[in-house]
T-cell receptor, first 113, second 111 residues
Framework: GNSVTQMEGPVTLSEEAFLTINCTYT??????LFWYVQYPGEGLQLLLK?????DKGSNKGFEATYRKETTSFHLEKGSVQVSDSAVYFC????????????FGGGTRLMVKP | DTGVSQNPRHKITKRGQNVTFRCDPI?????LYWYRQTLGQGPEFLTY????????KSRLLSDRFSAERPKGSFSTLEIQRTEQGDSAMYLC?????????FGSGTRLTVV
């Protein structure tokens, strides 16, 4: 079956530090990969996505590259801000009909000034 | 507001009571999804509609759960005889072809 594994949090960083949140997946076929962010008290927001191998998704300074050989989609940001504090979810979308998402467990990021 | 709207935002109910949640998707979106998110976990898929047809249901959706989308627009999720284990955030999402947009969710607490 399909599954997504993320590094456990919380991840605590100082402002302007480099961020990596690891994500690996297991899937049949060729899924699309996503990162969603959930700020306190809010719903999930799409952060970035990649639909095929070697694609790089990017948004708001965050990047992730679809690595088929390592089945990974690690999230990175060169310099985090306090406002990036949130829970980040890696997800895959099955390639068959329906477009349902399978999520990882989430990683809480805390950025200190 | 053209986003996905969910009501109520919060619901506290006694064990054994029935509850119903509503989701209003983005108007032109033909696909609608329900997910459940427990504390500290990622969302888990419950069920999916394309227009008014319910096309897939997760094993998580026990007999006490029922979802409808009668006219292919808004959807309701009903839980009968609630249990404490039903306490969670219930998320609705809609999409047209690709890329789901999520609502803010309904947080259910069963006491």
């Amino acid at each position: 079956g399909n599954s997504v594994t993320q590094m456990e949090g919380p991840v605590t960083l100082s402002e302007e530090a480099f961020l990596t949140i690891n994500c690996t997946y297991t899937a049949t076929g060729y899924p699309s990969l996503f990162w969603y962010v959930q700020y306190p008290g809010e719903g999930l927001q799409l952060l970035l996505k990649a639909t095929k191998a070697d694609d790089k998704g990017s948004n708001k300074g965050f990047e992730a590259t679809y690595r088929k050989e390592t089945t990974s989609f690690h999230l990175e940001k060169g310099s985090v801000q306090v406002s990036d504090s949130a829970v980040y979810f890696c997800a895959l979308r099955r390639s068959n009909a329906g477009n349902m998402l399978t999520f990882g467990g989430g990683t809480r990021l805390m950025v200190k000034p | 507001d053209t986003g996905v709207s969910q009501n109520p935002r919060h619901k506290i109910t006694k064990r054994g009571q029935n509850v119903t949640f509503r989701c209003d998707p983005i108007s032109e979106h033909n696909r609608l999804y329900w997910y459940r998110q427990t504390l500290g976990q990622g969302p888990e898929f419950l069920t999916y509609f394309q227009n008014e047809a319910q096309l897939e249901k997760s094993r998580l959706l026990s007999d006490r759960f029922s979802a409808e989308r009668p006219k292919g627009s808004f959807s309701t999720l009903e839980i009968q005889r609630t249990e404490q284990g039903d306490s969670a955030m219930y998320l609705c999402a809609s999409s047209l072809e690709r890329g789901s947009t999520f609502g803010s969710g309904t947080r259910l607490t069963v006491v």
